[in-house]
């Protein structure tokens, strides 16, 4: 993230800033993924009133696993008016209707559809029109954090999850690379709320991204273009140059106090013998407040 925008995600900009470089969007799913992509979710952007809405996907895409699904799953908004915005998540096992599948796991959508079919779940859900798809696996995340350094991170409790994610993280502020960020992002055993906590914390992550990156471009306003050339090689991008370029400057113009972080309510449930979580009626009060605000 960068000044003025997962990923948003604020977050937005520091996302879209980690993707660039030309080529196809990944089609659908099931073939191989990029280590990063990014593209449209509209064959035309169409800004309303200077609301600028982002999907960031974080999928579970690694060597030997062509048949991916979401593991995390943000919108990212931003009214660049004001410069305030929100990122708003979803637990992965939320249960929803995905258009043309019937229903099943939000999750799911992804690896049915890729990026786009994705997109157009949520849209349904939450009525907001998404611009563009941010979407990263294992290796294109670590790589990321390999390139652009540590990121500084507050933790207010030990992460210790030896049989998922692999974290062993003590309490108090932390310098998290690449093996340690992606074991933080992906733990859901040391919370009490297992994933509706991680989706919070992804979302927490992104932000300490922007910072990090706030703190650099600040301080020389040339390490934006590090950012934006750090994931070159790993990166496919179904968008122009131009294009890119805005909205790694807008995101830099975004103070992270000014990007809030929800989570959708949720109660747990069982479908058959799946365990999910159903997506509480509440939370259509907040999807019309995002929607009208671009802001959390």
Request: net charge positive; charged share 20%.
């Amino acid at each position: 993230m960068i000044r003025r925008a997962l990923a948003l995600v604020a977050v937005l900009g520091c996302v879209v800033a980690l993707v660039p470089v030309l080529g196809p969007a990944p089609g659908r799913a099931g073939s191989a993924a990029p280590k990063v992509a990014a593209g449209r979710v509209h064959g035309t952007f169409q800004p309303r009133r200077g609301k600028l809405f982002v999907l960031v996907i974080g999928s579970d895409a690694r060597a030997g696993n062509p048949n991916t699904r979401a593991d995390a799953i943000h919108i990212v908004g931003l009214d660049t008016r004001t410069m305030r915005g929100g990122i708003l998540n979803f637990p992965r096992d939320s249960w929803v209707s995905i258009p043309g599948h019937g229903q099943g796991r939000i999750n799911e959508a992804l690896y049915r559809g890729g990026p786009t079919l994705l997109a157009r779940t949520l849209e349904s859900i939450t009525g907001i029109r998404l611009d563009y798809w941010v979407m990263t696996g294992f290796t294109g995340f670590q790589r990321i954090i390999q390139r652009v350094g540590p990121v500084r991170f507050t933790l207010h409790r030990r992460i210790h999850d030896p049989t998922g994610s692999g974290a062993d993280l003590s309490p108090g502020e932390q310098r998290l690379g690449p093996r340690q960020a992606l074991a933080f992002v992906r733990t859901r055993h040391s919370f009490p709320r297992g994933d509706v906590d991680r989706t919070t914390n992804q979302a927490r992550f992104l932000l300490a991204l922007l910072r990090k990156l706030r703190r650099e471009v600040d301080r020389r306003p040339h390490e934006l273009f590090r950012w934006i050339a750090a994931t070159k090689e790993h990166t496919r991008l179904d968008m122009t140059p131009e294009e890119l370029f805005r909205l790694g400057v807008l995101t830099t113009q975004v103070r992270p106090d000014d990007v809030g972080n929800v989570t959708v309510p949720v109660s747990v449930g069982s479908v058959g013998a799946a365990s999910v979580v159903f997506i509480s009626p509440g939370a259509q009060s907040i999807y019309r407040r995002f929607r009208a605000r671009a802001r959390l």
